[in-house]
């Protein structure tokens, strides 16, 4: 923060775009956003997230668009997640679940699975991480993985750099995910745009 040695870091904020730009490209708007906010990492991916559905001109009501969890577990996420479909009607249940970890998406499958929902034909699940779970009960896991291995890359080139020319010019350095494609996510038909009231009279 005070400018005085780079950094390198994943693009939290633009991960969350990304993943759920392809949610809602896959048909998806009706998105469940299965998070916990005790890093602030987390703050930053579901920035993005609400950057994305206002970029399809989608809401995002907290009642029914976010679940909190108080950690990153399964255990917890199966809880949080129980509870939410309990108090939701069946007509309003969401179509996808994004979950902010392998962990949380394997609680919420386990969830879906007693409460006897299917996946993907019923609700479709997709990871942010996907290293640590390729598959849930036997799906191979949608996800977008966060830059892991590179940051270390990335760091070691950045100290080379650094030792090599000691008056070089501070950078912060953000890293893209990558999105693994798998069967937990089902394609409901090709996501369309709806045009804005307020842009109607953009133009003569």
Same mark, same amino acid.
Request: charged content about 25%; glycine content about 6%; proline content about 5%.
């Given at each position: 923060?005070? @400018?005085?040695?780079?950094? #390198?870091?994943?693009?939290?904020?633009?991960? &969350?775009?990304?993943?759920?730009? +392809?949610?809602? !490209?896959?048909?998806?708007?009706?998105? $469940?956003?299965?998070?916990?906010?005790?890093? +602030?990492?987390?703050?930053?991916?579901?920035?993005?997230? /609400?950057? =994305?559905?206002? =970029?399809?001109?989608?809401?995002?009501?907290?009642?029914?668009?976010?679940?909190?969890?108080?950690?990153?577990?399964? =255990?917890?996420?199966? /809880?949080? *997640? %129980? !509870?939410? $479909?309990?108090?939701?009607?069946? !007509?309003?249940?969401? %179509?996808?679940? *994004?979950?902010?970890?392998?962990? @949380?998406?394997? &609680?919420?499958?386990?969830?879906?699975?007693?409460? &006897?929902?299917? #996946?993907?034909?019923?609700?479709?699940? @997709?990871?942010?991480?996907?290293?640590? *779970?390729?598959?849930?009960?036997?799906?191979?896991? %949608?996800?977008?993985?966060?830059?892991?291995?590179?940051? &270390?890359?990335?760091?070691?080139?950045? $100290?080379?750099?650094? $030792?090599?020319?000691?008056?070089?010019?501070?950078?912060?350095?953000?890293?893209?995910?990558? @999105?693994?494609?798998?069967?937990?996510?089902?394609?409901? /038909?090709?996501? /369309?745009?709806?045009?804005?009231?307020?842009? !109607?009279?953009? +133009?003569?």
């Amino acid at each position: 923060r005070k @400018m005085r040695l780079p950094s #390198v870091s994943p693009d939290h904020r633009l991960i &969350g775009e990304v993943a759920m730009h +392809y949610l809602i !490209e896959q048909g998806h708007h009706n998105i $469940l956003n299965l998070v916990c906010l005790r890093r +602030y990492t987390m703050e930053w991916r579901l920035q993005g997230i /609400r950057e =994305a559905l206002n =970029a399809h001109n989608l809401p995002f009501d907290e009642t029914c668009h976010l679940l909190l969890a108080n950690g990153f577990s399964a =255990a917890e996420s199966e /809880r949080a *997640l %129980t !509870e939410f $479909l309990a108090q939701c009607p069946e !007509e309003k249940r969401p %179509t996808a679940i *994004l979950a902010g970890g392998d962990f @949380m998406a394997l &609680g919420a499958m386990n969830a879906l699975q007693r409460a &006897g929902i299917r #996946v993907p034909q019923d609700i479709s699940i @997709m990871s942010i991480d996907g290293f640590n *779970l390729l598959a849930l009960h036997d799906i191979p896991l %949608t996800s977008l993985h966060v830059p892991r291995d590179e940051l &270390g890359e990335e760091a070691i080139r950045l $100290l080379q750099q650094r $030792l090599a020319s000691p008056l070089r010019p501070a950078s912060n350095i953000l890293l893209h995910g990558t @999105m693994a494609l798998n069967a937990s996510v089902k394609r409901l /038909r090709a996501s /369309r745009t709806p045009a804005r009231g307020d842009e !109607e009279k953009l +133009y003569d």
